[in-house]
């Protein structure tokens, strides 16, 4: 069955310190992949996506993310954390069937920025 | 309009009551899904919509979840008689067709007591 691994539950930062947010997924086909943000309160917005191409797919708020098939991750970097990047991290894998994407979710990541 | 937009916002609920979720989504939007999301963990899918056809519900957790579409636009998820474990923030996502990437609404925060 599909999955979304993200190991690191929380994880903290000092403003201007680079970051690396941890994803393995287990899927059979080659996968859409996403990184979404949720910030207290709000929805889910998304960050980036990769679907095939490129291996390093950029997106938005100078986040990136780096496909690799042999490991079966989709990390999400930024080379300089802000204070505003405080939020909870999604990786979801999409499950293609049918005409649609349903999405699979990890767990996510908390991410705190310390001034 | 904008975005998804969802209501109520926050919705307390006494155990044995029934509620009902509302989700308006981005205009033109065909494809509609609702996901619910417990505490600490991510959002799990719950049910598909293309226009008014509801073509997945394999994630609904039991037969006192219901949802519908009936005019292809909005949309409402509906509990019946709700139990604690149905606490969870629910959410709503639309997509056009053919497109791969959902957007999210602010989702309904639903806390059962």
């Known amino acids: 069955a599909q999955s979304v691994t993200q190991p690191d539950i929380h994880i903290t930062v000092s403003e201007g310190a680079s970051l690396e947010l941890r994803c393995n997924y287990s899927?059979?086909?080659?996968?859409?992949l996403f990184w979404y943000v949720q910030s207290p309160g709000q929805g889910l917005q998304l960050l980036l996506k990769y679907f095939s191409g490129d291996t390093l797919v950029q997106g938005i708020k100078g986040f990136e993310a780096e496909f690799k098939r042999s490991q079966s991750s989709f990390n999400l970097r930024k080379p300089s954390v802000h204070w505003s990047d405080a939020a909870e991290y999604f990786c979801?894998?999409?499950?293609?069937?049918?005409?649609?994407?349903?999405?699979?979710f990890g767990a996510g990541t908390r991410l705190a920025v310390h001034p | 309009g904008a975005g998804v937009s969802q209501s109520p916002r926050y919705k307390v609920a006494k155990r044995g009551q029934d509620v009902a979720l509302r989700c308006d989504p981005i205009?033109?939007?065909?494809?509609l899904f609702w996901y619910q999301q417990a505490l600490g963990q991510g959002p799990e899918f719950l049910t598909y919509?293309?226009?008014?056809?509801?073509?997945?519900k394999s994630g609904l957790p039991s037969d006192r979840f219901f949802a519908e579409r009936p005019e292809g636009s909005v949309s409402t998820l509906k509990i019946q008689r709700t139990q604690q474990e149905d606490s969870a923030v629910y959410l709503c996502?639309?997509?056009?067709?053919?497109?791969?990437?959902?957007?999210f609404g602010p989702g309904t925060r639903l806390l059962v007591l």
């Open positions: 979801a894998v999409g499950r293609y069937s049918g005409g649609y994407n349903k999405l699979i």
């Open positions: 996502a639309s997509t056009i067709a053919g497109e791969e990437t959902q957007y």
């Open positions: 205009s033109g939007h065909v494809s």
């Open positions: 899927y059979g086909a080659t996968p859409y």
């Open positions: 919509f293309q226009n008014e056809a509801q073509l997945d």
